[in-house]
């Protein structure tokens, strides 16, 4: 028997994830406060149907406990054989006709035979046809006070509001990977079945909510004898093993195209799916994320596993994790269209190894890639360290170079309206002692403007760059001369002219 059917719920308290459903039926149940027609809508594998006959069972019963069938007094015994009058599935998919509603309708002016309720549990219920839910609308507004409609479905969407207003509604919701864990583990462990930590994390996720879906991957793992390893769980699932994600990941991350190329090529020789692969990736970088974001405390798995989170996580910027998921989460419809899957997934490795993309994040990355590289080529471990150099000193008077250094620290330091100004400058160029930018109209009142003179002071002091700014407008550029008198009329500071102590 698959371990699914072998290990459903019997009673409210091993149903998990669903404690806001439960909570509710347990009290009716107990209160004998019980409606005549539910609704259970929710994702597959999350348990309407499994609570619908516990549900069924607990109104029925002689002595409910904590509000869940006794299962020991006659009524609960006769129910749990088959065959029973009281409680009646019907699968609407395939019975979804006016006859079918019509034949219930024909059935439920007979009591029960054992209990006091006689319940329906309609699964699928959004598959009958139209004139089935016509027919079906004044019994299950009023039916006899001794039945019961339990109608679940997954498409909550295609009900016709007539029905969905004539029942008590329940959402169920998707049921964290973390009780489905734990739930893997009981099962596994019923089983005497061995296993890695790691293993029971992988068929966890694959259940994406759905229990019933992690405890199908769960049963296709076990091998007689045999003990249930990440890769094997891998292997069934066609995901990627854990090292070569790592060195994909790695690759990405320090913008190296060649190894992120070689390691995309090695996965997808082991006949991997390109958009598995873009999720796994996408899973892990989520995961050092978090822990770079959060705390490795917020992590699940193993040590081993934690450690190489939280390597990378030290390694790593934010902004290159947030690039590297945005550019792996949405390539899915491209995958889905693409004549040559494996060319689209390796333009998306280009694209988030090199950070093109038209976000200020993606650029803000670049830039920081940039300076990180030309701080380690500037750096050299066989000379004394000496006292801190100026501009002048240590760097050529490179026009570009000084705005770029400049928009750095606009965007570590200032608000994001100076730094957008100043990042927006592209014609600067050097004239003896003046360090002139050409700019538009738009953004020539803020660069002198009153906060972000003082800004371009520091900044500069900073830098220690011995150069006097002038801005000009494009058209024609502004005499400065006069510029001055009217900020001296309107109280304003003169353009900005920083000389070096």
């Known amino acids: 028997m698959e371990l699914y059917r072998k290990y459903r719920p019997m009673t409210f308290d091993q149903v998990i994830g669903q404690n806001h459903i439960t909570g509710t039926l347990i009290n009716q149940v107990e209160k004998k406060r019980v409606g005549h027609a539910y609704l259970f809508t929710g994702t597959r594998g999350t348990g309407k149907t499994t609570c ?19 299962g020991e007094c006659e009524v609960c015994k006769s129910l749990s054989k088959g065959g029973n009058l009281d409680v ?14 019509r034949d219930i309708i024909e059935q439920i002016k007979y009591p029960p035979v054992n209990g006091s309720k006689k319940v329906y549990i309609i699964d699928e219920v959004h598959m009958l046809s139209p004139g089935a839910f016509n027919a079906f609308l004044k019994t299950l507004e009023e039916p006899p006070p001794y039945v019961v409609f339990i109608l679940a479905t997954t498409e909550v969407h295609k009900l016709p509001q007539t029905v969905v207003s004539r029942c008590m509604r329940f959402d169920f919701r998707l049921v964290p990977t973390a009780q489905i864990r734990e739930r893997v583990k009981e099962v596994y462990d019923g089983e005497g079945i061995e296993y890695e930590p790691d293993a029971l994390d992988l068929i966890a996720q694959a259940g994406e909510g759905s229990v019933r879906d ?8 076990v091998k007689i004898g045999e003990k249930v390893t990440y890769d094997d769980v891998a292997d069934v699932l066609g995901t990627s093993r854990k090292s070569d994600i790592y060195a994909l990941f790695d690759a990405v991350s320090a913008g190296s195209v060649g190894d992120a190329l070689k390691a995309g ?26 822990c770079k974001t959060a705390g490795a405390a917020n992590l699940g798995g193993s040590d081993e596993s934690k450690r ?36 689209t997934f390796e333009m998306a490795l280009v694209r988030a190894a090199k950070m093109y993309d038209d976000d200020y994040s ?40 000084i705005w770029g250094r400049l928009t750095t620290y606009f965007r570590q330091n200032e608000s994001m309206t100076f730094y957008s100004a100043v990042g927006a400058q ?25 906060a972000c003179h003082d800004a371009l002071v520091r900044a500069l002091k900073e830098d220690g760059v011995n150069l006097r700014i ?15 008198e009217r900020m001296q009329k309107l109280a304003m500071p003169a353009p900005v002219n920083v000389y070096k102590k």
């Open 308 to 343: 190489e989170i939280e390597t990378r996580a030290e390694r790593t910027t934010v902004n290159t994790l947030i690039g590297m998921i945005k550019v792996f989460s949405s390539i899915d419809a491209d995958l889905r269209y693409s004549t040559s899957p494996a060319i």
């Open 52 to 70: 619908a006959k516990i549900f069924a069972r607990a109104i029925n019963c002689l002595s409910p406990k904590n509000g869940s069938p006794c």
């Open 426 to 450: 592209t014609d600067i160029r050097i004239e003896g002692e003046n360090l002139i930018v050409t700019t538009d109209p738009a953004s020539f009142d803020t660069l002198v403007s009153p």
């Open 88 to 101: 009646i599935e019907m699968d609407a998919a395939s019975n979804n006709g006016v006859d079918s509603v």
């Open 214 to 221: 992690a405890l199908s991957v769960a049963d296709r793992c």
């Open 470 to 484: 002038v801005i000009e407008i494009k058209k024609g550029g502004v005499d400065m001369d006069k510029e001055a």
């Open 362 to 401: 993606s650029l803000e990355e670049r830039v920081s890639r940039l300076e990180r590289r030309g701080v380690a080529a500037a750096v050299q471990p066989e000379k004394e360290p000496e006292q801190k150099k100026t501009l002048n000193d240590s760097r050529p008077m490179d026009a570009q170079g």
């Open 265 to 290: 090529e090695k996965i997808s020789k082991q006949g991997k799916i390109p958009s598995v692969v873009a999720k796994d990736l996408v899973t892990f970088a989520k995961d050092v994320l978090l």
